[in-house]
């Protein structure tokens, strides 16, 4: 079963820093590509970047490039956002997300979290 919990989330000011974890439930975790999605009011939900497990491979969304950075934790089975210089555009609910694919820079999500939200106010 795929399992996967956010938590870190909180209110800031922009400017500061926040790391959000996500467990990931050992069967699955290096079998599929693992992501955060975010999720801003009225908006669509869009990715910020993923991993992939075996190479540790990286990508991110063009908002979040140099400010964000996705890492994982193989003895914990953990994947971290670690998210710095926030700013009230990065407002918004963050899911964690898992899948099997990636297409043209995307990872196909097949499994969510909960989500942990994130908002940050000038």
């Known amino acids: 079963q795929v399992q996967l919990v956010e938590s870190g989330g909180g209110s800031v000011q922009a400017g500061v820093s926040l790391r959000l974890s996500c467990a990931v439930s050992?069967?699955?975790?290096?079998?599929?590509?693992t992501g955060w999605f975010r999720q801003a009011p009225g908006k669509e939900r869009a990715q910020v970047a993923y991993i992939s497990p075996r190479s540790g491979s990286t990508s991110y969304a063009d908002s979040v490039k140099g400010r964000f950075t996705i890492s994982q934790d193989n003895a914990k089975t953990t994947v971290y956002l670690q998210m710095n210089s926030l700013q009230p555009e990065d407002t918004g609910m963050y899911y964690c997300?898992?899948?099997?694919?990636?297409?043209?820079?995307?990872?196909?999500?097949?499994?969510w979290g909960q989500g942990t939200q994130v908002t940050v106010s000038s």
């Open positions: 050992p069967y699955t975790y290096n079998r599929l590509y």
């Open positions: 997300a898992a899948g099997d694919t990636v297409d043209r820079g995307s990872m196909r999500a097949n499994y």
